[in-house]
Every structure is written in C-alpha cells, then in structure tokens.
C-alpha cells in the first residue's frame, strides 16, 4: 500500500521557520522525484520545490528561493522541506508528491499558518 505522510505543519509568526517531513513507503523511493507543492484557500495548487530521485538536482518556485530548502534521506524514504523566513503569504496546506515515470502519488497534506 503507497503512502505518503507529511508532518511538521503548524502555527509560526512571521520569520519564523518550519521543517516539514514526508515519510514514504509501499513503492521504491529511490527511483522517484519528489516534490513539494502548496495550497492556499481560493487558490490552485502550486509546485514550490522539487528534488531528483538521487537528490542531486533542486529546484524552486521564484517565491521561495532563498529560504526554503528540500533535500532527502534515501536511507529513510522521507523528503524534507525547510523553510526559513516564512511570510503570511506562505500559509497554505503543503503537499508531498512522488513522480516516476507516469506513476503520481500524493500525500494528504499538512497546514502551514504563518501569521502573528
């Protein structure tokens, strides 16, 4: 069974910073990229930060450039997402995504409120 769990979501005020987590399992993780992506209310879904299935290439939606940080442990199928200086505009729920040729998985999400 593919499961994607993201954790780490929370209240933050503004600058503050949050380490979100996405623990994979039920497929081979290493063979996927991984991404990130955000959802505020009234808004679509947006991809905010991508990392190959080695984790040697990244990259970042312009917003976002500068203070979040994805990486992985292939050793613990999990994706991370650091994210510093974090802005009222960042609040929105995060999901984790797995893509390998053709075959997506999602997570459920977790929210993210940066607000004072």
């Known amino acids: 069974q593919v499961q994607l769990v993201e954790s780490g979501g929370g209240l933050v005020q503004p600058g503050g910073s949050l380490r979100l987590s996405c623990a994979a399992s039920?497929?081979?993780?290493?063979?996927?990229?991984m991404s990130w992506h955000r959802q505020a209310p009234g808004k679509e879904r947006e991809l905010v930060a991508v990392?190959?299935?080695?984790?040697?290439?990244?990259n970042y939606e312009d917003s976002v450039k500068g203070r979040f940080t994805i990486s992985r442990d292939n050793t613990k199928n999990t994706v991370y997402l650091q994210m510093n200086s974090l802005k009222p505009e960042d609040t929105a729920q995060y999901y984790c995504?797995?893509?390998?040729?053709?075959?997506?998985?999602w997570g459920q999400g977790t929210q993210v409120t940066v607000s004072s």
């Open positions: 995504k797995a893509d390998y040729e053709g075959w997506t998985f």
């Open positions: 990392i190959s299935s080695g984790g040697g290439n990244t």
């Open positions: 039920g497929f081979i993780f290493t063979r996927f990229s």
